[in-house]
Structure formats: C-alpha cells, structure tokens
C-alpha cells in the first residue's frame, strides 16, 4: 500500500483514476483464472470435473458489475496496521470493497469489507478513532465516482457530524431485487455481521432496523473467516415464501459469494411426500406444538417387541442358541442408549452375531470379523431382527397417526387431550400415503419421524428469517438441519402473523436446539420514514407490549397521507401519483381484494408486477396480497382498506399484526387508502 500524501491531481480526478485502475486489475484477475489449463494437472474426470467447476465459480466470483461500485470507501491509518506505532511509521492507504482486488505484483488495490483491516470503517468515531486519521465515502451514479465525503477521525479540530452521502445511500430509491448494504453497516450491525461461527445469534428487529441484510452478510462474513469449513458443511437461508428468496437472492452473488443454498421450510421437510391439503387453524396449532415430538417418538419406538423366542444359529454341524432373556437384555441396552430407530435396528443383527461369537470362542474356536459378518447375515438372524425391531416409514406412521384413534390414543396418552386427539384426526382416512392429502404441518411431523429412524445431515451454519412465523415443531425441523453448526435467527415478534407465532426468543432457541444463543435487538430504522413508522407502532401496544418502538434515523420524515376513497378509482389514482416519483410502488391490500384491484388497474391501462418479480423501467408497480407483504420493501406503498386486512385473518390479534407488516413497507412514502373506517387501535 502506497503511504497517504498529497497528490497534485484533483482529488475526485485522482479517485475515478484508482477506480479505473482497479477496475482493469479485476479484469487481469479473471482473465488469468479463464486462462488456466487444467489438462494435465488432473489424476481423472472426476477430479477434472470437480476443479473445472471450482474454476467456474471464481470466474463468476470476480464478475464486475459495472452498476455497482468496486469500492465504496477510503482509509488512511495514522500507522501501519500492526506495526509498533510508538516507532512513529508511517501510515497506510486502503480502499474498501466488496471483493479484494490486486494488481499484476500482487499488492492489494481493493480490500474486502470482510477484512480485519476494514472494520475500522464501520466502527471507528471521534471518541475511538482506532488509528484512522481519515475515513473517505463516495458517492455513485450509474457506477461512476461523482462525490466523495471525509471525516478526520483523529483531528479533535473536527466536530462529529451526520454523513451526508450515509444518508443518501439508505434513501436511495429500490428498484429491482433487494441489494446489499455493505456501504452502510452501522456499528451495532457490524457487531452481529463479525460475531463468531460457533455461536447462535438472534436479532430481534423491528421494521427498517435492516435484519435480513445482517444476517445474510453475516453469511458472507462467515464464508470469508470460515471459507473452508464452511465449504464442507455447507450453508443455508431459508425465508418464509419464494417471493421472499427471489428477492433477496442477488445480495449474496453481489457480494462475491455463489454457494449459499436458499429454501423455504416447506422446501426442506417435503421429503417423499407431496402437500396437498390444508389445516384449520386449530388443528395446525396443535400439530405445530413441540408435545407431537413426544407422541412420535412413542409410536416409532412402540415398533420395537421384545423377544419370547431364543434366535439358533446353524453353522455347519453346530448349532449356536442365544436365548431370549439375552435377547431381551441387547434389546433393551439398545433402547436405552437413546440412538435412532433405524441405527439400533442395523447394530442389532451385529449384537446378535457379537453373542453368537462369544460362545464360539468359549468353544475353543477363533472366529474373526468375517464370522460375526456372515452370522449377522444369517436368516434365523434376519427373521429375528425384522420380528424384534421391524423397519418403520415415516410417512406411513404419520398417516396412522393421523387416521387411527386408538393408535393415536395409545401414544398421546397424557400428552394430548382427548379433544386435541380428536381435532388432529381426519375425518375421511386416506387409503395410503400415496393417496393422502398431507398438510405443511403433516409434512413437518413426517420430517421429525424420519429424524427419529436416521439423522439427519447437519450444515455448518443456517440463517433463518422470519422466524417469528415458525412453529415449535417447525423450530426443530430447522434445528435438525445445524445440530453441529449455528444458526442465525432474524425476526419481529410484533409481525408474527401465524396463530402459532413466536412468543419469546428464549422459547424459540430453545425449541431450534440452540438455547445457549444470544439475543441482540436493532432498534434504529433506517428504512422506514419517521411519519410512517411512528403510525404503524399506535398498533404496537396492542400487538407486542413489550417491544419498544422502531426509532427512525431517517433524516427524511417522508411522505405520509391517509385518504377516505369511495372505491378502486382513488386507490388507482393514488397508484398513478405515486408511479410519478423515482423508484418503486406497491399497492397491498387484503388477499380477498386483489382480483378487483388487479381488474381496475388493467381497466386504466397500468400494468404490475407480482410480489418477488423484478421491477423495471417500464413495470414499477407491484400488487402485493398482504399475505406476501412480509420481508419485501417499495419506496412507495399504497395500502388499501387497513380493516379489510385485519378482517382477513383468523383472530383481530393476528390481522392486526398483518396490517403492522403492511404498513411498515414504505421507503420513502405512504398513503392509506380506505372507505371502510380504519381499525380503532389506530386512533390517535
């Protein structure tokens, strides 16, 4: 790194030149990976196969996207990082991006955000200047330097002051998929994105506070402290609904990171089974409850009958008995172990042969491996086992649960109600599994019964957000998926819109099998406008008494307007005004008003998007079910008939938690559009 002094070119001239500089230096960086020849440097196809897609995936790895800048900021340190600064050396020049760039001898031109020696510029302030002398941001259009902003961090001639081009980066409008916020991390954020792969964290954050954007580059953080366990053991982000995924799925890529897996929780416990039915929500709630582990575990266990009858071996002219009180005794070492159905069920012809062998040797014979093999793969052996400890299929032993009342009596004993037996069965049993009509939450018991026969494959670490939707037996489903990794857990308690949504986050790490994690909360908005965020939490006491409400930094209040309508004409009219500004608008109303909104808007020539498309020049408007509102975000938000909203779900606690999500979508702007009076909680 070249030592900070002042240079004859004009400053923003001199940046756009390191700009370009560097820019060249990724294109060397690419071009020398496309041009490796990996002909003869490979034992087979298999191992070619393999390093031909590692190399593949550099490439796109080092992709510049011209839209999107390079760098986004400057420090220079008083001192060398590291070196004895009471030696008076001199300091050190490093530019901050999102991917490390060198040049053709190898010294650094763009330092990864990742970096140790980067985290000074999201941290560092007057008070704790931590050695940097200046902090530089730029400002971008269209990928090209056009400002640039200093901060003198170790001068005390200099006040602390607000950072305007800070300030314009979290205003910029949002067209297209949600994108990374690696220009803006603020300290508290930081603190979370560093935090360590062997622990669990939870951010608890309300709307705007930026949590999805922590916790997925948390992710890439990960991937560049940890990339080479985390390549083994892999990776995970798993979202409430595809639109969601689709949204966010360009933040990753942007930041250089391409093997991060995404999926719903329906996505990980389809399994063998396909969903197609539904649940009331009395019946999901019970079937999401953390006891329905309890009763599967009975029914997968309750498979296992003691034996009454000795097992014989025959081996040539001898005859070997092993009698069933023995039997009984392997039988019950193995239950008492605690290990899965289907692995005691494959130790146990091995424990059988292993009694076998010892009377062998007692009979003066010296039987090796070979031997106890080929007892276990005896056919007194094998009738005995299938008799003992029968094979069992997940998704047959949910369906008799589900169909059978004594079979579903006999196992929730003490763990259900009889009223909650009865509410779970189905009225019409299927002929089979293939032929039944599985709910997500049936789905989700049939995923925990096949943890109990075989494990399941554990990541290294998983994200999950909007975790407040989940419920306790959907924890664990999760929870299964990082037994040996950690987790990441994003979410709002005042937006849990399900019947089973989180009570606390204790409860819910408990359930994920991570009760040692940590709780941390973001409570400053930097999404979310002044005027609407401080409208949407007059619900807050009513839906989350013991959240404080988001406090916006926005310098911006924004715009914020409630109007009575007498039908869709104004709700389109207030569509055409807001399409009038710069960036993105979603209408969201209650599901069941859509198809009329959908028809009136096609009736004034409009046209829209669905939730999770990508918007463009020509198509900026998105018509959002509120359902699907969650996680998404419009620089403008026109929200239609807020007590249609809350009518729409089962109960006025969870319709009124929908209409928070949806009210807290807006960037820049708002206006609430109703003929119906609004909900009373929202009186002033």
């Known amino acids: 790194m070249s030592t900070p002094v002042d240079d004859p070119l004009e400053p923003l001239s001199r940046e756009r030149s390191h700009l370009a500089s560097s820019r060249a230096a990724l294109r060397a960086m690419r071009e020398d990976v496309e ?32 839209d999107t800048p390079l760098f986004f900021g400057r420090l220079d340190y008083l001192h060398a990082p590291g070196a004895d600064q009471a030696e008076g050396a001199d300091g050190e020049r490093f530019y901050i991006g999102r991917r490390h760039v060198h040049d053709h001898d190898g010294d650094p031109m763009v330092i990864d955000w990742r970096a140790p020696v980067s985290q000074p510029f999201y941290r560092a302030s007057k008070k704790d200047p931590m050695d940097v002398s200046l902090r530089r941001r730029f400002g971008y259009t269209r990928g090209e330097i056009t400002a640039y902003e200093d901060e003198h961090l170790s001068d005390p001639g200099e006040a602390a002051r607000t950072s305007k081009l800070l300030q314009q980066e979290i205003e910029r409008p949002r067209v297209g998929p949600m994108r990374d916020i690696v220009a803006t991390i603020q300290p508290e954020q930081d603190e979370i994105v560093r935090s360590g792969l062997g622990g669990t964290v ?10 999805t954007a922590v916790g997925l580059h948390r992710v890439a953080y990960l991937l560049y402290a940890h990339r080479e366990r985390l390549a083994r053991t892999g990776t995970l982000v798993i979202g409430p609904n595809r639109s969601f995924l689709h949204y966010i799925e360009q933040v990753l890529p942007a930041l250089g990171e391409l093997t991060v897996q995404q999926a719903t929780v329906d996505d990980l416990v389809a399994g063998s089974v396909e969903v197609r039915g539904s649940d009331d929500a009395s019946a999901a709630i019970i079937k999401g409850d953390a006891r329905m582990a309890q009763v599967l575990h009975r029914a997968v266990q309750s498979h296992v009958t003691l034996p009454t009858e000795p097992v014989v071996v025959v081996r040539g002219s001898r005859r070997w008995r092993v009698p069933a009180y023995e039997l009984e005794d392997i039988v019950r070492e193995l239950l008492d172990r605690g290990i899965r159905y289907g692995a005691a069920r494959e130790a146990l012809p091995q424990r059988i042969a292993h009694a076998v062998l010892v009377q062998m040797e007692r009979s003066g014979e010296a039987p090796d491996d070979r031997v106890q093999d080929a007892v276990a793969r005896n056919a007194a052996v094998k009738a005995a086992v299938k008799q003992i400890w029968p094979p069992v299929d997940p998704a047959k032993l949910v369906l008799r649960l589900l169909t059978d009342a004594d079979f579903l009596a006999a196992h929730a004993d003490g763990v259900l109600t009889a009223d909650e037996q009865k509410t779970i069965l189905w009225a019409k049993p299927a002929r089979s599994v293939k032929s039944a009509r599985f709910s997500s939450a049936d789905a989700v018991l049939i995923d925990e019964a096949t943890d109990l026969v075989q494990r399941t494959h554990s990541l290294g670490h998983v994200v999950l957000d909007e975790a407040q939707d989940l419920s306790p037996m959907q924890y664990r489903a999760v929870g299964r998926r990082c037994t040996t990794g950690s987790a990441t857990v994003l979410g709002d308690l005042a937006q849990g819109t399900t019947p089973w949504a989180t009570r606390s986050w204790d409860e819910a790490l408990a359930h994920l099998g991570k009760a040692e994690g940590v709780v941390e909360e973001l409570t400053a908005g930097f999404r979310v406008p002044t005027d609407v965020i401080a409208y949407a939490s007059r619900l807050l006491p009513h839906i989350a008494p013991g959240l404080a409400p988001v406090a916006s930094v926005r310098e911006n209040p ?82 239609d008939e807020p007590q249609a909203v809350v009518d729409g779900e089962p109960d006025e606690r969870t319709g009124l938690r929908r209409l928070y999500v949806a009210l807290t979508r807006a960037v820049s702007g708002l206006i609430v559009t109703h003929s119906a009076p609004l909900p009373a909680q929202l009186g002033s």
Not at 35 to 60: F, G, M, P, Y
Not at 202 to 211: A, E, F, L, S
């Open 558 to 639: 924004g715009f914020f307007d409630l109007r009575p309508s007498a039908g869709t004409a104004e709700v389109v009219g207030a569509c055409e005004e807001l399409l009038r500004n710069e960036g993105s608008t979603g209408l969201i109303a209650a599901d069941a008003r859509v198809p009329a909104l959908a028809e009136a808007l096609a009736a004034a020539g409009i046209p829209y998007l669905a939730p999770g498309e990508e918007t463009t020049a020509e198509t900026r408007l998105t018509l959002v079910p509120a359902s699907l509102a969650k996680g998404l975000e419009y620089d403008y938000v026109v929200l």
């Open 35 to 66: 041009s490796l020849d990996i002909s003869d440097v490979t034992a087979n196809w298999v191992n070619a196969e393999v390093l031909a897609r590692q190399i593949d995936e550099r490439i796109k790895a080092l992709a510049d996207l011209s």
């Open 202 to 211: 939870c951010v608890q954050g309300g709307p705007g506070t930026g949590k």
